[in-house]
């Protein structure tokens, strides 16, 4: 795998915002459609960026990360978040669904193949999307990894974050019932799903600020202000909870990791903040250690948001050693 070495000069910074040149809606089921925009060269090489929560959606700042000269940069919103529709839909909604869409969309953008690029839940989606179909991926470019096993949830939703948020903690904690405190991801789906939908947002509230209260190194008051917004605190927390109750919707616990080596070949930079609370780093360290070809980088004073300054340095010259590559190899 080619390391950063052979590329001194790459660019650390975001890129400035751009507008997109296109976008649209694609029905992907008959029940689900999603928002999808393009951005940068209509001729450049193209890369597909995957949201996280899930129920994140996408947001303008995310196109920032890529050259807008060299990328054809295509966004959109996972089944229920963002501008899709319908909104916040737990219905025919499950990583399997999400991969069929990815593919319906390279299909319709008429692209063979494509850079993939995700952070959180994205790099579970993008390394689920790669395993399923390695032939269609360029290379990947993966954020505060997340292989959504039993431990990982555990770690954030049951109380071992809490050691660190204490304070964070308590008002998530405090929505729920000393009686149903034994899992908590199930007293909240209770209350996500629950008839009355003043009892849903305060569910979602709750839900969605403690992540975006642990989810920098140093507090993001912006990031938590998204916690008061119904609209988009719904979509984020029903379905993650959604997601995380069901597993993933993977068949074992391992299974992201048990299938490296349909990926392995695949030119790939992992990007890690030490002090990632949301997605600690135990993680990318056993993808590291799967995966020991993979560039594997950690920001020695970052959380878990892409928005930190030291990961999104790593993560646009992760995207421009992918550029050079294709360059020297003759893909543009």
Request: proline share 6%; net charge negative; with cysteine.
């Amino acid at each position: 795998m080619a390391s950063e070495q052979q590329f001194p000069e790459l660019n650390r910074n975001l890129y400035p915002p751009i507008e997109p040149y296109s976008m649209g809606f694609l029905k992907v089921s008959d029940l689900h459609t999603i928002h999808w925009e393009q951005s940068g060269n209509p001729r450049g090489h193209p890369v597909v960026f995957l949201h996280g929560g899930p129920g994140g959606g996408t947001s303008p700042s995310n196109r920032s990360f890529f050259d807008p000269d060299f990328y054809r940069i295509i966004l959109f919103d996972q089944r229920g978040a963002g501008k899709s529709t319908p909104h916040a839909c737990l219905e025919h909604n499950t990583t399997w669904d999400l991969i069929d869409d990815i593919e319906k969309l390279r299909e319709h953008l008429m692209i063979p193949e494509w850079q993939v690029f995700g952070g959180s839940w994205g790099s579970t989606l993008a390394l689920a999307y790669s395993q399923s179909h390695p032939d269609k991926v360029t290379g990947m470019v993966l954020r505060g990894i997340f292989l959504l096993r039993k431990k990982e949830i555990d770690w954030f939703y049951e109380g071992g974050a809490a050691a660190i948020f204490p304070d964070a903690w308590e008002s998530f904690r405090d929505l729920i019932p000393e009686n149903e405190r034994g899992c908590f991801i199930d007293a909240y789906k209770k209350r996500l799903n629950s008839d009355d939908i003043k009892t849903q947002h305060a569910a979602a509230t709750a839900w969605t600020k403690w992540e975006m209260m642990t989810a920098h190194l140093l507090p993001n008051e912006e990031n938590i202000k998204r916690g008061d917004d119904d609209n988009f605190s719904l979509a984020f927390a029903r379905i993650e909870n959604h997601y995380f109750v069901n597993k993933g919707f993977f068949p074992s616990d391992s299974y992201l990791l048990d299938g490296v080596d349909k990926i392995r070949h695949i030119n790939t930079t992992i990007v890690q903040g030490r002090y990632d609370v949301c997605c600690p780093m135990m993680s990318a360290w056993d993808l590291h250690k799967a995966w020991p070809e993979a560039d594997f980088r950690v920001v020695p004073d970052a959380g878990h948001s892409a928005n930190e300054p030291g990961i999104g340095a790593e993560l646009v010259a992760a995207n421009e050693k992918l550029k050079n590559i294709i360059k020297n190899t003759g893909g543009l």
